[in-house]
C-alpha cells in the first residue's frame, strides 16, 4: 500500500506537470526567440544610428571608426555585423577575416530588403558559412535617403542553446516536484501504514484472547484516530461481554450448587425411606420439589439478568403514570388476599425515556418486595413526582425497612438481607441493571414513619 500510494501520488504529480509544463515549454520557445530577435533589431538600429555619418562620408577613416564599433560589438558577445552601402557592397564585417570586405552582398535576400528600407527578419541556411542563421537586417537612413544596411547574424544553435537552458531550469524544478511528491507521499503513506499495522497488531493481540490491549488513539490522522477510538470501544465492550459471561457463570455455579446438593440428598433421603416410611419419603420429595422450584427460579432470574446486561436495546419515551396505575391495578388483588391496601398516586403528564418494559419490570419488583413484608392491615403506595428534569416513582411500604449498610447492598446479585435466606439476591439486581440500561437510578432509603421507599428516578423526555 505504501509504494502504490507513492507511485500514484507521483504519477499524478508528473501528469499536473506535464499538463503545465509542456505549453509552457512552447511558449517559452516563442517567447525567447522574439526576445533575441528584437534585442538584434535594437542593437541593428543602434548601430545604422552610428554608422549613418561615415557611409554618408564614405571615407576609410570613417569606415575605419564603425569597423573598430563592429568588432568590439561582435567581442562583446554580440552578433556577427555587417554593414554595406546602398549598393549592397560590404564596407565593414566584425570578422579578423578582411576578404569579404568589397563584396556584393545582394544575393542576401535580407541585406536587399533592408537596401529597399524594410526591416527583415528571419532565419535562412548560410551556404557560406554551411549552417543555419538567425538574422536581422535594417536600413541606415539619412533623412529620406538609404545609405545602406546594418546585418546582425546568429548561428540558430545560439537561440537552441539559450532555449534549453531556461528549459533545463524549467524541467529541473518539475523533476524536483514529482520527487518531493514522492517523498511527501512517501511520509504520508509510511505514517498511514505505521498506524494501520499497530492496529493490525493490536487486533491479533485482541483475537488471542489479550483484552487489555487498546489502540492508540493520539496517533495518525483524524480519521485513523477515530478508527482507533472505535476499536477501543469494541474492544471494552468485548471485555465487558466476556467478563459478564465470566461472571455468569461463575455466580451461576455458585448459587445452583446449593439447590441441586439439598435437591439430591432430599432425592436420596426419599429412596430410602420409600420402603420403610412412605409418609417419610413423601415428605422428602415434596421438600425436593420446594429445592426444585428454588432451583427454577434462580435459573429464570440468572436468564433474565444475562438478557438485561446483554441488551442494547435504545431508551423510547413512556408513560410513567399511566405504567404505574397499570401495574398496581395487576397487584392489587394479590395485595387484597395479603390483606394490604396498595394505592397509586400518580399525577405527571411528562414522559421518560427508558428501555422497553424497563419500567415495568422495576415496579413490579418493587411491589413484590412490599408485599413481602407488609403485614395485614398494612398499606403500600405508588407514587409518581415530576421535578421538571426527572421523574420519579416511589413504592412506600410499611415494612421493617433495612439496616443503612444493607440498602447500600441490596441491589448487589445474589444478596439476600433476610437471614432465612428468602428469595434469591437476583430481583434487585435486575432493577438495577434495568434502570442502567434507561439512564435512570435506583436506590431504597428508610421512611423517617417507618417502612423503606423503594425509588427509581427517570430522565424526562424533553
Not at 490522522?221 to 471494552?236: D, G, Q
Not at 435437591?263 to 417419610?280: K, M, N, V, W, Y
Amino acid at each position: 500500500m505504501k509504494w502504490r500510494f507513492t507511485a500514484v501520488l507521483m504519477i499524478v504529480a508528473l501528469l499536473v506537470v506535464l499538463v503545465q509544463d509542456i505549453p509552457l515549454s512552447n511558449q517559452l520557445r516563442v517567447v525567447e526567440r522574439d526576445r533575441i530577435v528584437t534585442s538584434l533589431e535594437r542593437d541593428a538600429f543602434v548601430l545604422a544610428g552610428r554608422s549613418e555619418e561615415s557611409l554618408e562620408a564614405n571615407t576609410s577613416t570613417d569606415h575605419a571608426v564603425i569597423t573598430d564599433l563592429a568588432r568590439q560589438y561582435r567581442a562583446a558577445g554580440g552578433a556577427r555585423v555587417v554593414i554595406t552601402d546602398s549598393a549592397g557592397i560590404a564596407l565593414v564585417t566584425s570578422d579578423d577575416d578582411r576578404s569579404a570586405v568589397g563584396s556584393s552582398y545582394l544575393s542576401r535576400p535580407e541585406i536587399a530588403k533592408a537596401i529597399t528600407g524594410q526591416i527583415a527578419t528571419g532565419e535562412r541556411y548560410s551556404d557560406t558559412l554551411q549552417e543555419q542563421l538567425l538574422y536581422v537586417s535594417v536600413p541606415v537612413f539619412g533623412g529620406a535617403k538609404i545609405h545602406g544596411a546594418v546585418r546582425l547574424t546568429y548561428p540558430a544553435q545560439f537561440v537552441t542553446d539559450s532555449l534549453n537552458r531556461r528549459l533545463f531550469t524549467l524541467w529541473l524544478v518539475a523533476l524536483t516536484t514529482v520527487l518531493l511528491a514522492g517523498i511527501v507521499g512517501l511520509v504520508l503513506s509510511t505514517t498511514i501504514t505505521r498506524t494501520l499495522k499497530r492496529l493490525k497488531e493490536t487486533t491479533e493481540h485482541l483475537a488471542e484472547g489479550r483484552l487489555h490491549v487498546r489502540a492508540d488513539e493520539t496517533m495518525g490522522a483524524p480519521e485513523l484516530r477515530s478508527l482507533s477510538r472505535s476499536f477501543n470501544i469494541m474492544a471494552e465492550r468485548l471485555d465487558a461481554l466476556l467478563e459478564q459471561q465470566r461472571t455468569f457463570a461463575s455466580n451461576a455455579s455458585h448459587q445452583l450448587r446449593t439447590p441441586l446438593t439439598a435437591l439430591r440428598l432430599r432425592l436420596e433421603s426419599a429412596r430410602a425411606l420409600i420402603e420403610t416410611d412412605p409418609q417419610g419419603a413423601a415428605g422428602r420429595l415434596l421438600s425436593a420439589e420446594t429445592e426444585a422450584d428454588r432451583l427454577g427460579g434462580i435459573i429464570e432470574g440468572l436468564l433474565l439478568l444475562s438478557r438485561t446486561e446483554s441488551s442494547s436495546a435504545p431508551v423510547e419515551p413512556v408513560d410513567l403514570d399511566e405504567i404505574a396505575r397499570e401495574r398496581v391495578e395487576h397487584w392489587r388483588p394479590l395485595a387484597r388476599e395479603s390483606g394490604v391496601a396498595l394505592e397509586v398516586e400518580a399525577h405527571s403528564s411528562r414522559p421518560v425515556l427508558a428501555v422497553p418494559t424497563a419500567a415495568e419490570q422495576i415496579i413490579d419488583n418493587f411491589i413484590d418486595n412490599a408485599l413481602t413484608v407488609s403485614s395485614p392491615g398494612g398499606s403500600i403506595m405508588v407514587r409518581v413526582l415530576d421535578d421538571r428534569r426527572w421523574t420519579t416513582v416511589h413504592v412506600l411500604d410499611e415494612g421493617p425497612g433495612m439496616p443503612p449498610e444493607e440498602t447500600e447492598r441490596a441491589f448487589e446479585r445474589f444478596w439476600r438481607g433476610s437471614a432465612d435466606g428468602a428469595g434469591h439476591g437476583l430481583g434487585l439486581a435486575i432493577v438495577a441493571q434495568l434502570a442502567s440500561a434507561s439512564g435512570a437510578t435506583v436506590r431504597l432509603t428508610n421512611r423517617p414513619e417507618g417502612g423503606l421507599d423503594a425509588s427509581a428516578r427517570f430522565v424526562n423526555d424533553r
